[in-house]
């Protein structure tokens, strides 16, 4: 797959930082479904009126919302009943830069070691600075975008 340019990185990071904020305060105990139906002071009842779906279907979800057994279709639609945005995204743990890095890297010394292995063994043994090598190639693998 073609790598991104530095502007498309760029861009993509300055929305991910902006959701990295909202996340520190995210998650909520209950869920999603009863923390915002408490909060608009909505019953079980006439939420499922609004929704169109029965009160145990609405005590089900919360209690599925709570154990990640939820369909994001299911969320969609009691998030328009409530009136609120439903927000679904990836957010990587470690910056895109630094994760392709990582990969890049893994992956130039498994292949690298590998070789050396079968180099050694044919008593050809490459002399060079391993790490250099290892660096070198993981530039190359980004610059391909071939890190996975």
């Given at each position: 797959m073609k790598p991104l340019d530095n502007l498309a990185l760029t861009q993509i990071e300055r929305r991910l930082k902006s959701i990295r904020v909202a996340l520190k305060d995210a998650k909520v105990r209950p869920g999603w479904i009863n923390y915002m139906r408490q909060a608009l002071g909505m019953t079980l009842q006439k939420l499922a009126e609004r929704a169109k779906v029965s009160k145990p279907t609405i005590a089900q979800a919360e209690r599925g919302e709570a154990k990640g057994k939820i369909t994001i279709e299911t969320l969609k639609?009691?998030?328009?009943?409530m009136e609120c945005e439903f927000v679904y995204a990836f957010v990587p743990k470690k910056t895109i830069k630094i994760t392709l890095k990582e990969r890049a890297l893994e992956k130039a010394k498994r292949i690298l070691l590998d070789a050396d292995t079968h180099m050694?063994?044919?008593d050809q043994r490459v002399e060079q600075d391993i790490k250099a090598r290892i660096g070198r190639l993981a530039d190359t693998l980004i610059e391909n975008g071939d890190v996975w």
């Open positions: 639609k009691l998030a328009e009943a050694t063994l044919e």
